[in-house]
């Protein structure tokens, strides 16, 4: 016998905890997403599953909380973004693709800056939902954990920017760099380079996993089997962490005579620390770098780079995270991953010369 509807109206007169969404997921046995597409997209739901949550539906009397969703609806009108690092240009270009669609939508755009520290990303995740802002974009300093979990269950939606969610309930926007790195030594091993060295960084950050990851496959894919690949952890994932990598590393005997950098900071610390110790670029050392920022093409050796759309990264997870600040328990996650591209400049342009044997 199903029971009269209940809503959050019905818990003001008999102080019966309204039935949520999360009541009827627990009940049935299914995720939250899975009642959102009974509700809202019974097609992709099974038969078997979608009879079992409607069923469930009438046992608890739920209804749709449509006042929770305008209440969402009527948040301030501010998104949080929450970036590693705001010395780092990729991340202000993906910042102002953000703010170019927020603006757009009326928005304001509250700029975090977590470090890559756990703690300091728990604290403005605390403030950013004190805020009750519309939504929050971050980069995760480590896997998405239970900490962005509560933040969603509280209802505030959040969008991954520049991760991949293995969830499909959960939005993300990315791009491909295990493709990135693969792009990067394809290149350096094309141009006859045989000695590489990769610069990276804490191998928690995805970024430089997968990138290691693209740089292994491509040597794998060569099936040369004489190529030389040493693999270089940078201190910060800065042009600081790249001088304190460069020193080591073309110091060695037999040097590298290419490098790949995780991202373009380091490529211009490595960058310095050769023209430093008088080497030539790219006869005798190459070096490629990540992200493709402004700076890449403006220093002294032009820099190679896999490039990344960051403004679009940024417009394209906002929008996503408006959409679903929108239409709340309607909203379809979308995982999009964007390809990225390697632009070839001087400092890795071989042409008529060949690296050190
Ligand atoms: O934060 C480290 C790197 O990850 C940045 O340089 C950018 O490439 C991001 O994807």
């Not at 009527?74 to 991340?91: A, E, H, M, Q, Y």
């Not at 050769?274 to 402004?294: F, K, T």
């Not at 960051?310 to 328990?329: F, N």
């Amino acid at each position: 016998m199903p029971r009269q509807p209940r809503s959050a109206d019905d818990t003001l007169r008999t102080g019966a905890p309204a039935v949520s969404v999360h009541d009827v997921a627990r009940r049935a046995g299914v995720s939250l997403g899975t009642v959102s597409n009974a509700l809202n997209r019974p097609q992709v739901v099974s038969p078997d599953t979608l009879e079992r949550v409607r069923k469930t539906i009438d046992e608890l009397g739920y209804v749709r909380n449509e006042s929770a969703r305008q209440l969402r609806a009527g948040r301030s009108r501010t998104i949080g973004l929450v970036v590693l690092d705001v010395g780092n240009p990729f991340f202000i270009d993906v910042a102002r693709g953000v703010e170019d669609a927020a603006n757009a939508a009326g928005l304001a755009v509250i700029l975090c800056n977590s470090d890559a520290s756990t703690a300091k990303e728990d604290n403005y995740l605390d403030l950013l939902e004190q805020l009750r802002v519309r939504g929050v974009l971050i980069t995760p300093v480590d896997t998405v954990g239970p900490r962005l979990e509560a933040v969603r269950q509280r209802g505030t939606p959040v969008v991954l920017l520049d991760r991949h969610a293995r969830n499909k309930n959960q939005s993300s926007v990315w791009v491909d760099d295990v493709l990135g790195g693969e792009l990067a030594v394809d290149h350096l091993l094309e141009t006859g380079h045989k000695r590489i060295a990769f610069v990276g960084g804490a191998a928690k950050v995805k970024q430089v996993e997968d990138r290691l990851k693209g740089a292994q496959r491509a040597i794998r894919r060569s099936g040369k089997v004489d190529i030389e690949f040493g693999v270089h952890v940078a201190p910060s994932l800065n042009t600081v962490g790249g001088i304190a990598a460069a020193r080591q590393l073309l110091a060695m005997r037999p040097r590298p005579t290419a490098v790949f950098c995780v991202n373009d900071l380091i490529a211009l610390g490595v960058l310095q620390v050769a023209l430093e110790m008088g080497l030539r670029i790219p006869h005798d050392v190459a070096i490629v770098g990540y992200d493709d920022i402004e700076y890449a093409a403006a220093v002294s050796h032009p820099l190679s780079s896999v490039r990344q759309p960051r403004r679009l990264i940024g417009q394209t997870a906002a929008k996503l995270l408006m959409d679903e600040a929108e239409a709340g328990e309607d909203h379809r996650h979308q995982q999009i991953v964007f390809k990225p591209e390697l632009i070839i400049r001087q400092s890795t342009d071989m042409r008529g010369k060949t690296p050190r044997a």
